[in-house]
């Protein structure tokens, strides 16, 4: 079944620490995105990428940083983790056509 | 850019009631509404999306209304059932496939 896998499902690091999370995805989409969830916040847009060669800040890109290596594959970086980056991140995919997203199982990240 | 505020961000209603979510808007070119559904633990999934070229849109139990005048979007659940209960966004973008700014979320819990 066609899907978008998140790596690692749950991470607890330090402040100060490099992290990196890493999604792929087997739907074939040009279209990821990365997402951070708080409570009470929604889904707020980190970056997100329409092709290999496209890369493009969004809502709250400050602190973050991408790679998208391959069509299938788009990993979000962390360069020096702080606490109030604690929180739920989904990569996720989109069909051009219909709009509609396809996410990961999320990433639960803890930064103590 | 894009700003898009959802009420209330908790609802609880009797098995059996119906449920209503409201959102606005403030870009004016936003075309495009799709509302997800994210229950306790999983990922978000699209349930239903509205364009603008339609005021209202059905499937089963749910249904959006939209008011381009207002700019504002509904989201209604009649003869909720307990596995109703989850958290649900609402979300605009000016067409489908391009990036969505969500709203904060409504955590709806069903009472059986």
């Known amino acids: 079944d066609a899907d978008v896998t998140q790596t690692p499902r749950n991470r607890i690091t330090k402040t100060g620490k490099r992290i990196m999370l890493e999604c792929s995805q087997t739907k074939g989409h040009d279209r990821m995105y990365w997402y951070r969830q708080d409570p009470g916040l929604g889904l707020q847009l980190i970056y997100y990428s329409f092709d290999v060669k496209d890369i493009n800040k969004g809502e709250i890109s400050d602190g973050y940083s991408v790679s998208r290596q391959a069509q299938a594959k788009f990993s979000l970086s962390l360069e020096s983790a702080i606490p109030n980056q604690t929180a739920l991140y989904f990569c996720?995919?989109?069909?051009?056509?219909?709009?509609?997203?396809?996410f990961g199982e999320g990433s639960r990240l803890t930064v103590l | 850019g894009e700003n898009v505020e959802q009420h209330p961000s908790t609802l609880s209603v009797q098995e059996g009631d119906s449920a209503v979510i409201k959102c606005t808007y403030s870009d004016s070119a936003s075309n495009y509404f799709p509302w997800y559904k994210q229950e306790l633990g999983k990922r978000p999934q699209l349930i239903i999306d509205i364009r603008s070229n339609v005021g209202e849109k059905k499937d089963q139990r749910i249904a959006v209304t939209l008011n381009k005048t207002a700019k504002h979007f509904s989201l209604h659940i009649t003869e909720t059932q307990p596995e109703d209960s989850a958290v649900y966004f609402c979300a605009a973008s000016w067409e489908a496939g391009n990036m969505l700014t969500f709203g904060g979320g409504t955590r709806l819990m069903v009472k059986p």
């Open positions: 996720a995919t989109s069909d051009w056509n219909t709009g509609e997203l396809f």
